[in-house]
């Protein structure tokens, strides 16, 4: 039970962004309780125990960091660290009857040699080491900004400083500068899946959603670097966690909320523990999530599109590419199925209601980063995990029944991934306690379900640039506080802090930062 009557602030969710909103209040002196509905905090970003009787504490759902400002974790004084990765990616393919691959990582000279051995020539190392030069400057000049007030677009612009990277990402679809800057179709598919993770859309998208999921993907820490969280997801949120409670926040679990009022000025928290008064309400969850505790009308639905499955397997496999060790292969992004015509022929296929015939999908392994979420019997026998994730999966393909089409999509998904392997990947699954395979999955309404994500949407609705876009009702009065840092609702004490807020999405905090920053800007 809550030990108060009413607070300064009521946080509704114990996800990480509602972990890093109710530290940095609590740190400011105000009286802060979060209120969680399952019987702990994390939300997504946990480690569980996924295999009976096995000693590996994998990141279940969300499962590596790059949004995540070191701001944050400096200002609340966090345990936590990441480790890079030395490969990027590697990708494997068939050419003129071999197995090959694309390895981007290693070094320069490595990658260089790993292109033209591809391609035949040194022009799409090039044009490579030019595009994703020009994305490393956008993450140096955006990247701060995500924890300062909203700019409007003619602000970001001018921070970009950039005419020609603006329009590229900014104004025309992603597709475009993708076709003009690179010819091989493999080359051209690595780049474009960083605008698909979560996100359904083509590359020639008119609304620009991919080119929203784009940017968020490449300007992470100002770098656009993707890392491992040492100790698996659960590290973060445990680290926040306790950050807030060290700071004076209280967190009750096992409460579901059930209802919010308020007349602008304050607010009532309705639980199934009793009524708990605040000044402000923070809401960790999805916008649905949020008309649904206001009692009003539903935002337009959102969607998720992705398949997520996680492992633990007794050995990698072998690769048919024998230039490759498997364990830089599946140390960085294992692409399958990503070339950029088969990412368009996936998204046709299921735009249509159909699986995709070949499902696109990455994978990787983290316990060859960090191998101290395996127990020390399974690392000195040589256990990995796979984490994987499936592309161009849309909720709607599993509505009619959700069981069956999500065991066709993995079987479908692991041969994919088999046709690049030297043995079956069967072969070197683990087995749990009761002998069954280490291996689970989870469709979007799946994530629906457990984390009330709406429609398995890991954004909880489409990212949106990270300005201030004026014909955004739900911003309400442009000038408060909450407007200014992109966390506002209709109502003036209700705060959004979850994915759903501007410049929301990811493990990153930002959306708890910035709405703790709008309050503590009102007073």
Same mark, same amino acid.
């Given at each position: 039970?809550?030990?108060?009557?009413?607070?300064?602030?009521?946080?509704?969710?114990?996800?990480?962004?509602?972990?890093?909103?109710?530290?940095?209040?609590?740190?400011?002196?105000?009286?802060?309780?979060?209120?969680?509905?399952?019987?702990?905090?994390?939300?997504?970003?946990?480690?569980?125990?996924?295999?009976?009787?096995?000693?590996?504490?994998?990141?279940?759902?969300?499962?590596?960091?790059?949004?995540?400002?070191?701001?944050?974790?400096?200002?609340?004084?966090?345990?936590?660290?990441?480790?890079?990765?030395?490969?990027?990616?590697?990708?494997?393919?068939?050419?003129?009857?071999?197995?090959?691959?694309?390895?981007?990582?290693?070094?320069?000279?490595?990658?260089?040699?790993?292109?033209?051995?591809?391609?035949?020539?040194? =022009?799409?190392?090039?044009?490579?080491?030019?595009?994703?030069?020009?994305?490393? =400057?956008?993450?140096?000049?955006?990247? @701060?900004?995500?924890?300062?007030?909203?700019?409007?677009?003619?602000?970001?612009?001018?921070?970009?400083?950039?005419?020609?990277?603006?329009?590229?990402?900014?104004?025309?679809?992603?597709?475009?500068?993708?076709?003009?800057?690179?010819?091989?179709?493999?080359?051209?598919?690595?780049?474009?899946?960083?605008?698909?993770?979560?996100?359904?859309?083509?590359?020639?998208?008119?609304?620009? %959603?991919?080119?929203?999921?784009?940017?968020?993907?490449?300007?992470?820490?100002?770098?656009?670097?993707?890392?491992?969280?040492?100790?698996?997801?659960?590290?973060?949120?445990?680290?926040?966690?306790?950050?807030?409670?060290?700071?004076?926040?209280?967190?009750?679990?096992?409460?579901?909320?059930?209802?919010?009022?308020?007349?602008?000025?304050?607010?009532?928290?309705?639980?199934?523990?009793?009524?708990?008064?605040?000044? %402000?309400?923070?809401?960790?969850?999805?916008?649905?999530?949020?008309? =649904?505790?206001?009692?009003?009308?539903?935002? @337009?639905?959102?969607?998720?599109?992705?398949?997520?499955?996680?492992?633990?397997?007794?050995?990698?496999?072998?690769? %048919?590419?024998?230039?490759?060790?498997?364990?830089?292969?599946?140390?960085?992004?294992?692409?399958?199925?990503?070339?950029?015509?088969?990412?368009?022929?996936?998204?046709?296929?299921?735009?249509?209601?159909?699986?995709?015939?070949?499902?696109?999908?990455?994978?990787?392994?983290?316990?060859?980063?960090?191998?101290?979420?395996?127990?020390?019997?399974?690392?000195?026998?040589?256990?990995?995990?796979?984490?994987?994730?499936?592309?161009?999966?849309?909720?709607?393909?599993?509505?009619?029944?959700?069981?069956?089409?999500?065991?066709?999509?993995?079987?479908?998904?692991?041969?994919?991934?088999?046709?690049?392997?030297?043995?079956?990947?069967?072969?070197?699954?683990?087995?749990?306690?009761?002998?069954?395979?280490?291996?689970?999955?989870?469709?979007?309404?799946?994530?629906?379900?457990?984390?009330?994500?709406?429609?398995?949407?890991?954004?909880? %609705?489409?990212?949106?640039?990270?300005?201030?876009? @004026?014909?955004?009702?739900?911003?309400?009065?442009?000038?408060?506080?909450?407007?200014?840092?992109?966390?506002?609702?209709?109502?003036?004490?209700?705060?959004?802090?979850?994915?759903?807020?501007?410049?929301?999405?990811?493990?990153?905090?930002?959306?708890?930062?910035?709405?703790?920053?709008?309050?503590?800007?009102?007073?």
């Amino acid at each position: 039970m809550p030990e108060r009557t009413s607070y300064d602030a009521v946080i509704v969710g114990g996800g990480h962004n509602g972990l890093v909103a109710a530290a940095y209040l609590a740190r400011a002196g105000r009286s802060v309780l979060v209120l969680e509905r399952l019987d702990h905090t994390g939300g997504a970003a946990v480690s569980t125990r996924a295999f009976a009787g096995v000693d590996a504490r994998l990141s279940r759902y969300s499962y590596l960091v790059s949004l995540l400002p070191p701001k944050i974790v400096r200002d609340l004084g966090l345990r936590f660290a990441v480790r890079k990765r030395t490969v990027s990616s590697y990708t494997p393919t068939v050419r003129d009857g071999r197995p090959t691959g694309l390895l981007v990582g290693g070094g320069e000279a490595r990658t260089r040699t790993a292109f033209a051995e591809l391609t035949g020539s040194e =022009r799409e190392f090039a044009a490579w080491q030019h595009f994703y030069g020009t994305t490393a =400057r956008l993450a140096e000049r955006v990247f @701060p900004t995500l924890t300062e007030p909203l700019p409007t677009r003619a602000e970001l612009r001018a921070v970009v400083d950039d005419d020609a990277t603006w329009h590229a990402l900014f104004e025309r679809p992603l597709g475009e500068v993708v076709e003009e800057t690179f010819t091989d179709d493999l080359v051209r598919g690595v780049v474009l899946t960083d605008a698909l993770i979560g996100t359904f859309a083509t590359a020639h998208d008119p609304s620009l %959603r991919q080119n929203r999921c784009f940017l968020y993907h490449v300007i992470g820490g100002g770098t656009g670097d993707w890392d491992v969280p040492i100790g698996g997801m659960g590290a973060l949120t445990d680290a926040l966690a306790d950050a807030a409670r060290r700071a004076g926040a209280e967190i009750v679990t096992d409460c579901a909320v059930t209802g919010v009022a308020t007349d602008g000025r304050s607010a009532e928290v309705t639980c199934e523990q009793g009524t708990i008064g605040a000044r %402000r309400v923070l809401v960790n969850a999805a916008p649905r999530e949020l008309a =649904r505790l206001l009692g009003e009308a539903p935002p @337009p639905p959102a969607e998720g599109a992705q398949l997520k499955v996680n492992m633990l397997l007794t050995r990698l496999p072998r690769l %048919r590419d024998t230039g490759v060790d498997p364990r830089e292969a599946f140390s960085g992004t294992f692409h399958i199925a990503e070339g950029y015509r088969q990412l368009e022929s996936a998204y046709q296929q299921a735009a249509s209601g159909t699986l995709p015939a070949s499902p696109p999908s990455e994978i990787y392994c983290h316990s060859l980063t960090d191998p101290s979420i395996l127990g020390a019997d399974l690392v000195r026998q040589g256990y990995q995990t796979l984490t994987l994730f499936g592309l161009h999966a849309p909720a709607s393909l599993f509505t009619a029944d959700n069981d069956t089409t999500r065991d066709r999509l993995l079987a479908a998904t692991l041969a994919e991934l088999d046709r690049h392997l030297a043995e079956p990947l069967a072969d070197c699954l683990a087995r749990d306690a009761d002998g069954r395979p280490c291996i689970e999955a989870r469709s979007p309404l799946d994530l629906d379900r457990e984390l009330g994500l709406p429609g398995g949407n890991i954004f909880h %609705r489409d990212l949106a640039f990270p300005y201030a876009d @004026p014909s955004d009702e739900a911003l309400g009065d442009a000038r408060s506080a909450p407007a200014r840092w992109g966390v506002a609702t209709t109502h003036p004490n209700v705060l959004l802090c979850g994915a759903g807020a501007v410049r929301g999405g990811g493990v990153s905090g930002i959306p708890g930062h910035n709405a703790a920053m709008a309050v503590l800007e009102e007073g």
